[in-house]
């Protein structure tokens, strides 16, 4: 099993930064690790990832603002957001999958943190 705690969000001026973290409790193995997020009314979006390798991907509406990170000897992942505007209102939500040969992997959803983005 996978535990995932969220931490970091808050209520943030438009032009601000916030950083997010992720720690998971695990005795499995984790594999990617990503951030999605859900606004009011909308779908959720996937908002960046990291491979178990450290390779990373970025949705468009986040590129050049946004930093995905993670430190393996802590489980955790980090997101780095810079240049915050109002669309980036949303619950954030840490995801990762994990597992072990032999039981297979799947993905692990954490309860999420809120980031508020004030203009």
């Known amino acids: 099993q996978v535990q995932l705690v969220e931490s970091g969000g808050g209520l943030v001026q438009a032009g601000g930064s916030l950083r997010l973290s992720c720690v998971a409790s695990?005795?499995?193995?984790?594999?990617?690790m990503r951030w999605y997020r859900r606004a009011p009314g909308k779908q959720r979006e996937l908002v960046a990832s990291i491979s178990g390798g450290g390779s990373t991907s970025y949705a468009d509406s986040v590129k050049g603002r946004f930093t995905i990170s993670r430190d393996n000897a802590k489980y955790t992942v980090y997101l780095q957001m810079n240049s915050l505007n109002a669309e980036d209102t949303a619950l954030y939500y840490c995801n990762v999958f994990a597992g072990r040969i032999g039981i297979g992997f799947r993905d692990y959803w954490g309860q999420g943190t809120q980031v508020t983005v004030s203009s």
């Open positions: 695990s005795t499995l193995s984790i594999n990617a």
